[in-house]
């Protein structure tokens, strides 16, 4: 949620979803398959959380592809299928989160999950500095969560554990072990981290 991102789509009924999203509001639910290998899944091959997305652009490529530029609007949940035979189809309500103000353990999540970033961020020579700086500059802690979480070279598997929490407490203490492993790797191949932020971060998110 709340960024925009390319798709590339060349599977059948995916391009059927795309052509039927033009001709209505250009909304469409971007949801990952719980196995990549499945060639046509079925809604229940899907994870009922992802991203209800808005259609800005779309540039068909050779070979049948499309090229679909998505902005990110809402966190969403499928509530039930819908039948249609040319592609999934389903009825996405927009996720509720619990209790979302800044109490003290919040706080602290939010504090060292900034750390955290940074190192990452600052160890990390495929991320430019400017993705921290990006981070810094969001107030709103939910936007703030997904940008990080969209920045860390974790597999979606991974990053679908956030997508299912209704906490937003819960959600950065899952961003926050994400980042944890990744930092532990990195501090594994000889790069120096502050000790005392890596030993809060482990205590943090354990």
Request: glycine content about 4%; aromatic content about 8%.
């Amino acid at each position: 949620p709340y960024m925009i991102f390319p798709v590339l789509i060349g599977r059948t009924s995916s391009l059927k979803a795309v052509s039927q999203a033009l001709e209505k509001e250009k909304f469409i639910f971007a949801a990952t398959q719980t196995q990549a290998g499945i060639d046509e899944p079925t809604i229940d091959d899907v994870y009922p959380h992802g991203t209800i997305c808005k259609i800005l652009q779309v540039i068909r490529l050779p070979n049948n592809l499309l090229k679909v530029l998505v902005e990110g609007v809402f966190h969403g949940v499928i509530e039930a299928p819908i039948e249609n035979p040319e592609c999934l189809e389903a009825k996405v309500g927009i996720m509720k989160q619990d209790d979302n103000s800044v109490d003290s353990e919040l706080e602290a999540y939010m504090r060292k999950t900034e750390e955290a970033f940074s190192s990452y961020v600052h160890t990390n020579k495929h991320l430019p500095p400017e993705i921290f700086s990006a981070f810094e500059n969001i107030e709103d802690p939910l936007r703030k969560l997904f940008y990080a979480a969209a920045n860390i070279d974790k597999n979606v598997h991974a990053k679908q554990e956030i997508l299912q929490q209704t906490s937003l407490n819960m959600q950065y203490k899952q961003l926050l072990g994400m980042l944890k492993d990744e930092l532990e790797v990195v501090f594994e191949n000889g790069v120096l981290l502050r000790n005392q932020t890596f030993e809060e971060i482990r205590q943090l998110a354990a």
